[in-house]
C-alpha cells in the first residue's frame, strides 16, 4: 500500500525567502509523484511530476522538486516565494499513473508574508 | 475555455434527504473521478470512470452512487445524506485511465445538517 506524508499542515514565509515543502511517500514499486496546487475556493491544478525520466524535476512558476530515492522524499521548492504563492499544495503518489491509484497527502497551507 | 464544470457549487442538505452532484466535462476526456476533500485528508477518491459505459469503487464509495451517463458527464448520488457526507466534493478528469487526474472543478461544499 501507499501512502504520503507531508510535514508540516502550514508553512509560513515571507515574501522573496526560499520555499521549502516536504513530502515523503512510502510504495513497493518505484513510484510516480506529482505535486498539485489549489487556490481558494479552486480545484487543483499540476504543478510537476515526476516519472523516472530525471531526478530534478521543474514545474510551472518556478517550482521544483526532487526525486531522492535513498530518503523517500519528492520536497518541492521554489528559490523566491511570492504572495500569489500562497495556497495549499498536494504531493501525490501513484505507483503505475493510472488515475484511480493515485493517494494524496492531507496538504501543506504555504502563507506567503509581506 | 470552460474545463470541468460542477454544479450545485453550495448545498445544505438535511439528514435523510437525497441530492445528485452533477459534473461535465468539455476535453473529450474518457476518464472521470469523483474525490471527497476533508481537512487533514487530502483528497479521497469515492469513485471513478475509466471510460463511457464503466465506473468502479475508490477508496471512500460507501453511501454514494454514480452514473456515466454519456463521454462528458459523471454524476454523483447522495441517496440518504448523513453528517459524515459533510465535505468538499471535486470532480476531474484525464485524457486516459493511463494517466493522472489533469482538469479539477472548482468543487461542491455540500453540508448535511
Known amino acids: 500500500a501507499q501512502s504520503v506524508t507531508q510535514l508540516g499542515s502550514h508553512v509560513s514565509v515571507s515574501e522573496g525567502a526560499l520555499v521549502l515543502l516536504r513530502c515523503n511517500y512510502s510504495s513497493s514499486v518505484p513510484p510516480y509523484l506529482f505535486w498539485y496546487v489549489q487556490y481558494p475556493n479552486q480545484g487543483l491544478q499540476l504543478l510537476l511530476k515526476y516519472t523516472s525520466a530525471a531526478t530534478l524535476v521543474k514545474g510551472i512558476n518556478d517550482f521544483e522538486a526532487e526525486f531522492k530515492k535513498s530518503e523517500t522524499s519528492f520536497h518541492l521548492t521554489k528559490p523566491s516565494a511570492h504572495m500569489s504563492d500562497a495556497a495549499e499544495y498536494f504531493c501525490?503518489?501513484?505507483?503505475?499513473?493510472?488515475?484511480?491509484?493515485?493517494?494524496f497527502g492531507p496538504g501543506t497551507r504555504l502563507s506567503v508574508l509581506p | 475555455n470552460a474545463g470541468v464544470t460542477q454544479t450545485p457549487k453550495f448545498q445544505v442538505l438535511k439528514t435523510g434527504q437525497s441530492m445528485t452532484l452533477q459534473c461535465a466535462q468539455d476535453?473529450?476526456?474518457?476518464?472521470m473521478y469523483w474525490y471527497r476533500q476533508d481537512p487533514g485528508m487530502g483528497l479521497r477518491l469515492i469513485y471513478y470512470?475509466?471510460?463511457?459505459?464503466?465506473?468502479d469503487k475508490g477508496e471512500v464509495p460507501n453511501g454514494y452512487n454514480v452514473s456515466r451517463l454519456n463521454k462528458r458527464e459523471f454524476s454523483l448520488r447522495l441517496e440518504s445524506a448523513a453528517p459524515s457526507q459533510t465535505s468538499v466534493y471535486f470532480c476531474a478528469s484525464s485524457e486516459t485511465p493511463f494517466y493522472q487526474p489533469q482538469h479539477f472543478g472548482d468543487g461542491t461544499r455540500l453540508s448535511i445538517l
Open positions: 470512470s475509466a471510460s463511457e459505459g464503466t465506473t
Open positions: 501525490a503518489v501513484s505507483p503505475d499513473n493510472y488515475g484511480q491509484n493515485f493517494v
Open positions: 476535453m473529450n476526456h474518457n476518464s
